[in-house]
């Protein structure tokens, strides 16, 4: 499985961009998928998850501003991102890892992921 991030950009705050993500082949029943954050020097961060059942949860630092969603039809990801903040900029990698789940934030648990795409918010 393969996955390729696209969509990202330079915006200013308040701003929005739509983050996408294509997976070569139908991934949906038997991966989780996740959008995470990786800013140079931190860990990576898990912003949203979203599973089979289109159960979907986020990082408190985005809740409201950011929606996670997928094409039932399409193994495309999405990640709609609203009112930027500076703090938002990084880059933002989609990633899945195959049933049963423990923690969707945990990047050492996904062993599929894209090449990340640049989200920068100026100020």
Known sequence: VQVVESGGG????????RLSCVASEDIWNDYYVAWFRHVP??????????DTLFTKVYADSVKGRFTISRDASANILYLQMNSLKPDD??????AAQRYPIWRWD?????????QGTQVTVSS
């Not at 020097?41 to 979203?50: C, D, F, H, L, Y």
């Not at 945990?106 to 894209?114: H, I, K, L, S, T």
Request: glycine share 22%; with cysteine; proline share 3%.
């Open 10 to 17: 330079l915006v200013q705050a308040g701003g929005s961009l």
């Open 41 to 50: 020097g931190k860990g990576r961060e898990g912003v949203a998850g979203i």
């Open 89 to 94: 900029t990084a880059m933002y990698y989609c």
């Open 106 to 114: 945990d990047p050492a648990r996904f062993n599929v992921w894209g």
